[in-house]
């Protein structure tokens, strides 16, 4: 069995996160943060025996009903309430790997021991992660203010033995699951349903995704513009240091050392040049590439304080002997990160595009669209169209969800986030991003053949050599959806070290 990555109030990185994907570790709780959800649940429970005063969530109704106090003997029902009503989800479903990663970070953020859940409750969300017993969540329904509450609800359905899971290769009623396991529901007490439902974990799921693939195609975006770089006989110039250094972004700086790096020993950049200069989607390469990765930058650090923090309300302070009514489930620190970063990606494949669109164009050598007896061959003509295409939507959806708010909760929740918005259709740009970098690498590769005998750098021709292994030259037509498909699935197989 691989080791578990032990839940404790241990920073937990995206770098980490990845490694717990990739290897399918298992997770358990650490011995300190059982204490600290045990020590939590034992303070509240004295709390609520001694304390007649109405405190939010815990003993009163929720959102605009925080005014009506709740009798104790109501307090599970209350929870369980909580929970059904707010199941109002609907859409397209949440893919399996994001509803993993909510699980795992939920029970990240009830590890603290802020949150008032029973120790049974967070070991259950520990049991569903390492069963592979994933909830059936769907895309539609948060307003990313008081937290994620519909996904949230979906997510914590099967806790009680309610809604739906994929299990086994099926979906199934969790009730079905619970009794093959062996397991009795969960019987909420006070306080939980709200820890549960309250939390940004569908926002920031959907972030992580993101921003892992984020890392990895702004990496693959560097080396296929280097192999367009070549296949359109670009120059070597602006990509030397000295002009980076005297404007120095960080992105821009990393952008043009690899740009030169991946371009060492190519004899086609030594070659000498007729042109002065290259269109700006070759020569700015280090600037457009490198300010998405700043932006990447950005929103890594603004996820990683997210992932390590306890975002449901209220939050019960023991050693303090407090507990305090705030606004930690409002996910505005997510939708500006997630609309920045969508701009970021939109960007990396507007200029991707741009660069397919001068390869074909007939120029510096090269045939028009890229094949042999253009006219008796359309070649790579319509898969800029293709590229073009997906580029446009990706600006159309780059533009800001966080910017938009409306009032819900009878105006008690009078200004929300819009956070889950903008984190599905950032996961959308960066889908669509992996399409148009594909594209570009099938024109590129072909522009590049045009150049024989001379050859690129070591890694350059070995990165061709593998992807032609999937994606034969084009000589003459043909279906050239299969191309696409297939480029797209050598690129998902490249493997990185994020570290890169």
């Given amino acids: ?37 045990q020590q939590c649940r ?28 709740i009798s104790n003997e109501n307090l599970s029902q209350l929870q369980e309430n909580l929970v059904k009503s707010h199941a109002c989800g ?11 990663l909510m699980l795992l970070l939920k029970i990240q953020s009830l590890s603290y021991g802020h949150s008032g859940v029973q120790l049974l409750t967070v070991e259950r969300l520990v049991d569903f992660y390492n069963h592979d017993i994933l909830p059936v969540v769907y895309t539609q329904g948060s307003l990313g203010a008081s937290g994620d509450l519909a996904p949230l609800a979906h997510l914590s359905l099967p806790l009680l033995g309610e809604g739906e899971v994929y299990y086994d290769g099926f979906r199934q009623p969790a009730k079905k699951v619970l009794e093959k396991m062996g ?7 006070s306080k939980e349903g709200l820890a549960l439902l309250n939390g940004t974990q569908f926002m920031s799921a959907y972030g992580c995704y993101t921003l892992l693939k984020a890392m990895k195609y702004s990496y693959l975006a560097d080396v296929i513009a280097a ?76 996820f990683k304080t997210e992932i390590n923090s306890v975002t449901d309300n209220p939050n019960i302070f023991k050693n303090e002997d407090l507990i305090i009514s705030g606004g930690n489930f409002h996910g ?17 494949g507007s200029i991707s595009e741009r660069r397919t669109y001068q390869l074909i164009s007939g120029l510096r050598g090269l045939p028009a669209f890229l094949v042999d007896n253009p006219g008796l061959n359309s070649g790579f003509m319509i898969p800029q169209y293709t590229a073009a295409s997906i ?20 105006g008690q929740e009078d200004h929300v986030s819009m956070g889950a918005n903008a984190a599905t259709k950032c996961l959308k740009i960066m889908e669509n991003l992996e399409r148009i970098l594909a594209i570009e690498l099938m024109n590129a590769s072909q522009a590049l053949e045009y ?46 070290d994020l570290e890169e």
Wanted: proline fraction near 5%; aromatic fraction near 8%.
């Fill in 332 to 348: 505005q620190p997510l939708a500006l990160a997630l609309d920045f970063l969508s701009m970021a990606l939109s960007e990396l």
């Fill in 1 to 37: 069995m691989e080791h578990s990555h032990y839940i404790s109030t241990e920073v937990l990185t995206l770098e980490t996160l990845q490694q717990i994907i990739a290897e399918h570790k298992t997770i358990a709780l650490s011995e300190e943060a059982k204490i600290n959800i």
């Fill in 227 to 302: 192999v367009s770089l070549e296949g359109f006989d670009g120059r070597l110039e602006p990509f030397n240091e000295l002009i980076h250094y005297v404007r120095p972004h960080k992105g821009q700086i990393v952008t043009a050392k690899r740009m030169t790096e991946l371009l060492e020993g190519s004899q086609l950049i030594a070659q000498h040049k007729e042109h002065v200069q290259d269109p700006y989607s070759f020569r700015c390469i280090p600037q457009v590439h490198g300010a998405s990765k700043d932006t990447i930058d950005y929103v890594k650090k603004v």
């Fill in 90 to 100: 609907t859409g397209e479903e949440v893919p399996q790997d994001i509803v993993k």
């Fill in 391 to 410: 580029a446009s939507q990706n600006k159309q959806l780059a533009t800001p969800a966080s910017v938009d708010s409306i009032v819900s909760s009878n």
């Fill in 183 to 189: 397991w009795q529901p969960i019987l909420l007490q």
């Fill in 451 to 496: 150049r024989r005998p001379l050859q690129s750098s070591e890694f350059l021709e070995s990165f061709v050599k593998s992807y032609r292994e999937e994606v034969p030259l084009v000589t003459e037509d043909r279906i050239l959806h299969y191309d696409i498909e297939n480029s797209v699935a050598f690129l998902e197989s490249f493997q990185i």
């Fill in 42 to 69: 034992d303070y509240l429970d004295q709390k609520m025996a001694s304390n007649e005063t109405p405190i939010y969530g815990i003993n009163t109704g929720f959102g605009s009903l925080c005014n009506v106090k």
